[in-house]
C-alpha cells in the first residue's frame, strides 16, 4: 500500500520530492536520475498498476490498483516458452517463420542435419528454441518425417504436439525457477483427461516421450499436466508478415481472466512480447479482463467454447444476461407470434428451455443447440471470396434470424471486409448501393461493438477503418460540393478515432498517415475556394 512517505521523499535518497512514478504512481523522486537509478535498483520488477488477487470465480486474476486511462500500457512481458501449436503447417523450429516452397519441383524443405525437422536453413539449426529438442531427438535415433507436399504446404501435422510440450519438459532442467512458475499454472487435468483429445495424447504422446525419445524419469501424468497447462494458459500468436500462427506461454499474463465484455486488449511487437492495453478507463479496484472467445458468438456458443477450450463455465454479467446486454445476438424470432424474440429462460444452465418473450412458446435447449450449430455450419461452409452468398444467407434466414443474432453478425462483418476489397468488388467498383450497404452495416456493427467490445478495440477500430474508407469513397463520388466536404470532414473525424484506437499498432501507421494525408490535401482544396 502507498504510505503518505512514499509520496513525499524520494524513493531513492528520501530528500523531499514530487516527480511521481508514471505507471504505479506509488513513489515519487527528486529528480530524473534518480528515479532511473531506482528503476535499475529493482522498482522495474515492483513498478505496476495491477496486483494478482484470487477469488472463488475465478481462482487467481489481475486487480488494478488505480485508475488506468484508455489507451494506457498495463502489462509487458516476453515469452517463457513459444513454438508450434498442437497441429500446425511445417514451420521452422528456429525461428518459427513460414518455411519457403523448394525451388525444385521435387525438392523438400531444408531439413535439420541432426533431427530432420524442416527449418528456414542451416542458421536456424543453432536456434536456442531448437538445440535442446534436437540434442534429446538426434541421440535418441529420431527422425522427422514430415517432408514438402506440392499443393499441401498449409496440411497440419499432428507431430508438432511434442514440441512445445518437449521445451517445457527441457526447462525443468535448463531454468528450474522459470520451470517452478510454469508447473504452479492452472492445468484442469482432472477435466481434461476423460476427453478425446487426451485419450489420444495418452495413447501417442507418453509412448513416444517415454519410449522413444527415453524420458523413464517423467511419470505419464506429469507429462499430460504440462499439456494441459499449456492448453489452458497459452496465447495464440500471429507473427508479423507470417501466415502461421504460433503460441506461446507467459507467466504473468497467463494470470488474466476472461470476461465476455473486456476492459483489455492485447497484442505482440517484433519480439514476441505481449503487450496489454486499456481498451477503456478502468478503475482502481476492477478486475482486469481479456477475452477467450469471439464477442460476436452468442453465449451458448462462448460457453461451450470456453468449457470446451479452459475447462470453466462463464457467468460474466453478458452470459448472466438472457437477453445479452440488449444484443440479443443468442435469440431468433419466434416463428409463432412473429412478434417477440426465443430466449433462454435461465442461460448459466445449458439445459434451459428458451421462451418467447411474448408469446410464450417454447423450445427444448437441445432444439436450440442443434439449430444453431446447422446455421454455424451453414455460415463456415459459405463462399466468402464476395459477399454474394454471405448476403443470400442474411436474405434466406430473414424470418427466423433477427438483425443482431450471432449468425447475421458475423455475416455481416465478413460483408464490411468484403465490400471495397473482394474481387469485382474493389471500392471503384462498387454501386452506389452497395457502398451504402458497406457504410450501414459498419454503422450496425458498431452499435454493437460499443456493447461486446467497447473502447479502443480493434473490432472497432477495423470496422471504423472500413466506415472511413467508405465515406471517402462517397465523398468523391458526389456531385454536391458540399454534400463532398461534408462527408470528407465526416471521413477525418473518424480518422482521427482510428489513429487513436491503432497508436499501438505500428503496422497500420503508414496506411493512416496516407489516409490522412489524401484527407488534408481534399478538405485543405474547400478552405482554399472559400477563400
Ligand atoms: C489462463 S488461466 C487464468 C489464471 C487462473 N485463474 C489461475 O488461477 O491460475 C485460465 C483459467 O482461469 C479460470 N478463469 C479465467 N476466467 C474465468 C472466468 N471468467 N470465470 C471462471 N473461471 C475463469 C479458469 O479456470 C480458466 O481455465
Redesign the pocket.
Known amino acids: 500500500m502507498t504510505s503518505v512517505a512514499s509520496l513525499t521523499s524520494c524513493a531513492l535518497c528520501q530528500a523531499r520530492a514530487s516527480q511521481l512514478c508514471a505507471a504505479c504512481r506509488n513513489v515519487v523522486y527528486c529528480s530524473r536520475e534518480h528515479q532511473k537509478e531506482h528503476w535499475k535498483k529493482g522498482h522495474k520488477a515492483e513498478c505496476k498498476c495491477y496486483e494478482v488477487a484470487?477469488n472463488e470465480?475465478?481462482?487467481?486474476?489481475l486487480r488494478a490498483t488505480r485508475d488506468i486511462k484508455i489507451g494506457e500500457q498495463i502489462l509487458k512481458e516476453a515469452p517463457l516458452i513459444l513454438g508450434p501449436k498442437v497441429a500446425s503447417a511445417p514451420l521452422c523450429l528456429g525461428c518459427h517463420r513460414n518455411l519457403l516452397a523448394p525451388e525444385k519441383r521435387k525438392g523438400n524443405y531444408y531439413k535439420c542435419s541432426s533431427c530432420s525437422w524442416p527449418l528456414c536453413g542451416k542458421q536456424c539449426e543453432d536456434s536456442p528454441h531448437h538445440k535442446a529438442e534436437c540434442q534429446l531427438m538426434s541421440s535418441s535415433n529420431f527422425q522427422s518425417k514430415i517432408n514438402y507436399v506440392p499443393g499441401e504446404a498449409e496440411r497440419k501435422e499432428s507431430a508438432y504436439c511434442v514440441i512445445m510440450l518437449l521445451r517445457c519438459m527441457q526447462l525443468k532442467t535448463k531454468d528450474p525457477e522459470s520451470f517452478a512458475k510454469l508447473y504452479t499454472?492452472?492445468d484442469?487435468l482432472k477435466e481434461r483427461l476423460d476427453t478425446p483429445l487426451y485419450q489420444v495424447l495418452r495413447a501417442n504422446l507418453i509412448t513416444f516421450i517415454k519410449t522413444v525419445l527415453g524420458l523413464k524419469d517423467w511419470s505419464e501424468l506429469d507429462i499430460l499436466r504440462i499439456a494441459a497447462i499449456l492448453d489452458?494458459?497459452t496465447f495464440e500468436v500471429r507473427q508479423p508478415r507470417e501466415r502461421i500462427k504460433i503460441r506461446a506461454l507467459f507467466p504473468g499474463a497467463?494470470?488474466?481472466?476472461?470476461?465476455c465484455v473486456p476492459n483489455m486488449r492485447h497484442r505482440f511487437d517484433d519480439d514476441m512480447n505481449i503487450i496489454f492495453l486499456a481498451k477503456r478507463k478502468i478503475s482502481k479496484g476492477e478486475i482486469l479482463s481479456i477475452s477467450?472467445t469471439q464477442p460476436l458468438r452468442s453465449t451458448i456458443q462462448r460457453r461451450l467454447h470456453l468449457r470446451q477450450a479452459?475447462?470453466?463455465?462463464?457467468?460474466?454479467a453478458r452470459c448472466q444476461d438472457p437477453e445479452e446486454l440488449g444484443s440479443f445476438a443468442g435469440a431468433q424470432n419466434c416463428v409463432k407470434c412473429k412478434a417477440g424474440k426465443i430466449v433462454s429462460m435461465n442461460p448459466l444452465q445449458n439445459s434451459a428451455n428458451w421462451k418467447c418473450q411474448i408469446c410464450n412458446l417454447k423450445r427444448t435447449a437441445k432444439d436450440v443447440l442443434t439449430s444453431d450449430a446447422q446455421l454455424q455450419q451453414e455460415l463456415e461452409t459459405l463462399d466468402k471470396s464476395t459477399p454474394v452468398a454471405l448476403e443470400d444467407f442474411i436474405y434466406r434466414h430473414r424470418v427466423e434470424l433477427h438483425e443482431t443474432n450471432t449468425h447475421i453478425l458475423q455475416a455481416k462483418y465478413a460483408l464490411t471486409q468484403l465490400y471495397g476489397n473482394a474481387p469485382g468488388f474493389g471500392m471503384d467498383e462498387l454501386t452506389e448501393e452497395a457502398l451504402n450497404r458497406k457504410v450501414q452495416l459498419c454503422e450496425e456493427l458498431l452499435k454493437l461493438a460499443d456493447i461486446f467490445d467497447c473502447g479502443w478495440s480493434i473490432f472497432r477500430g477495423n470496422l471504423l477503418i472500413d466506415m472511413e474508407d467508405a465515406i471517402a469513397a462517397q465523398a468523391m463520388r458526389t456531385e454536391d460540393a458540399s454534400e463532398c466536404q461534408g462527408k470528407l470532414q465526416q471521413s477525418a473525424d473518424l480518422l482521427k478515432e482510428i489513429q487513436n484506437i491503432m497508436k499501438h499498432e505500428p503496422e497500420m501507421q503508414q496506411l493512416l498517415s496516407e489516409r490522412k494525408e489524401i484527407l488534408d490535401i481534399a478538405l485543405k482544396r474547400f478552405d482554399e475556394i472559400k477563400e
Not at 57 to 61: E, I, K, P, W
Request: charged share 20%.
Open positions: 484470487t470465480t475465478l481462482g487467481r486474476h499454472l492452472e484442469h489452458t494458459n497467463a494470470m488474466i481472466s476472461h470476461d477467450y479452459k475447462c470453466f463455465d462463464c457467468s460474466c
